[in-house]
């Protein structure tokens, strides 16, 4: 194999999760991946274009993915086959904590010599730690825009040179082990330097089609979507995201955001219309945040484009008619995901969100009435405020939506807030203030808790009138009701299969429970080798192996989800 000058790893969630006796949960239920958190950040991407176009050579390996397919595969014998000046190891989502730590540690026993540099939202937030901890890891680019600085210490490393004191966003520990923080100042004001090369792009698009090391996520094959960044930064402030515009400013370094151009976003469109007319294409980011010039200029270019694609916009707030009516008149396949959190308004305006039933109720209707092709609702149990009434209200308003319109497109999907607060969050901040505890914070503390062999020991938080217990058993009556929900949607024998997994979950999670009380260390282990087998599914046959990964499976249609 070629060397490369970068090859940016994904790891899965937990490392080696086809070895360690873990019980996953519903801890991926609102993203396309599963519990292994296969889906690869799109940083990658815009990170190998912008390399690409300095001439620098990328690698993309979707470490988790490769596990996932192939329950033979060998993990040690692979990465010791790689040959490359660096390794990339991304830490944006928490629930990586262990999986990248672990992936990283492998790495520097098979290349010693070979600097790993870890990025990501997490990794920021961390840094300290990180570096304090795991000296496994060389190099930290923070903040949310790592393409230039990464540039800058691949050339540094080319060079062989050990001062890295001039590179923006990096913490960094030198040969000696004393540790340096330089400050977060690379902070683009816009992201048209991201612009992605056409041919890039399409042989990025050929080789996630190809390969699956460049594959976004395991349903890939079966449900393909594409996704479109439109800017970095938010101007919401919902109380529980790690992405709002508290923690931006607080952690990230970034004051106001960044957009991609509407022209960008069309090229990206464009590209991705050329090689197949029915993958959907997300979009990320509200549109509106731009202002009602850059909404108009995107969907003017949209039609002179017209681009026959998928397209499903995310809301952030609910649209108005004039809004719907005009994506309507620019687009000919189309969708909106919104998400409320809560049918009970004092719940929902306590997170950040500040809009009305009624308001969603208009702007779900002017969408059907408008042609949209699909409408999803996102709703989150167990949030600070909630209480048994705001549960049981919500499940009564999805309930009756889903009978409204459920043979008009419409689809509600619930989930508790599972498995964590994010790190930077105003919750995870000043938990107590939005009516939460928690029950650790530090990413060692972290570390150890993905190390565990379930689910219901990741979650790192309580709430005021919920305990971390209490929000493991809400997350079965949410898998309960979300079942018939899907009946209202799918046969009968499909809802009722779902429902004898959770049971049987329900049933393996009292059993690890009951052996992790056991005082004998050897003891316990035998014990939860002996549940191994029948807690991991044949992976390497492509088996969704969680009652919730099922649960998901239907909600979006996938073929072959009672595999």
Known sequence: MRGKDLILIHPPSVFDFRKKPIFW?????????????????????????????????????????????????????????????????????????????????????????????????SATYYAQEILEHFPQIDFII????????????????????????????????????????????????DLNHLSVDKWFLASFILKGMLNDNHKPYYLWDKAPMAAIL?????????VTCGGSCYTYSQFYGRERIAFRSPKNLIEDLSIIASFTKDMPVYIIG????????????????????NIDIPIIFEIFTPAS???????????????????????????????GRHYTNDEIERCIIHSLEAGASRFDLFFMLGLGKETEDSVQKTFKYCLKLTKAYHNKNFYTFLSTLTPSLDP?????????????????????????????????YFINYSTQNFSSQDIVELTYRVAYFTAELRRIHSNKDEVDLIKSRIDAS????????????????LKRDEELQRLTAIIQSDIGNGILHTPFELLRALSYGYKNAQS
Not at 291 to 305: I, M, T, W
Not at 322 to 341: C, M, Q, R, W
Not at 506 to 521: A, G, N, R, T
């Open 25 to 121: 949960g519903p801890i991926s239920d609102t993203v396309p991946s599963t519990p292994v958190f296969e889906m690869y950040p799109l940083g990658f991407m815009t990170i190998a274009n912008y390399l690409h176009q300095n001439h620098y050579s990328v690698e993309i390996v979707n470490l988790a993915l490769r596990m996932m397919k192939d329950i033979n595969f060998n993990v040690e014998k692979y990465l010791s086959s790689l040959k490359a000046k660096a390794f990339g190891i991304d830490f944006h989502w928490l629930p990586h904590v262990q999986g990248s730590l672990e992936v990283a540690r492998l790495l520097k026993k098979l290349h010693p010599n070979v600097p790993i540099i870890m990025g990501g939202l």
């Open 142 to 189: 923070k903040g949310d825009s790592t393409e230039e600085p990464l540039l800058y210490l691949l050339r540094e490393i080319e060079k062989g040179k050990e001062d890295f004191s001039f590179i923006p966003n990096l913490s960094w520990r030198n040969r000696d082990g004393k540790i340096y923080h330089n400050s977060i100042t690379y902070v683009p004001n």
């Open 230 to 238: 439109t800017c970095k930064g938010c101007s919401f402030n919902c």
């Open 286 to 305: 509200d549109l509106r945040q731009g202002g009602n010039k850059y909404v108009e200029e995107f969907l003017s270019r949209l039609r002179n484009e």
């Open 321 to 351: 008619k004039d809004f719907i009516d005009n994506i309507a008149k620019s687009v000919h396949t189309y969708g909106f995901t919104l998400s409320p959190e809560s049918a009970d308004l004092e719940v929902r305006m306590a997170q």
């Open 424 to 456: 930077g969050s105003q919750a995870f901040e000043y938990p107590f203030a939005h009516g939460f505890r928690l029950r650790y914070k530090t990413l060692l503390n972290h570390y150890h808790a993905y190390s565990m062999p379930s689910w219901a």
């Open 506 to 521: 329900k049933l393996l999670l009292k059993k690890i429970d009951e052996i992790m009380q056991l005082k004998d260390d």
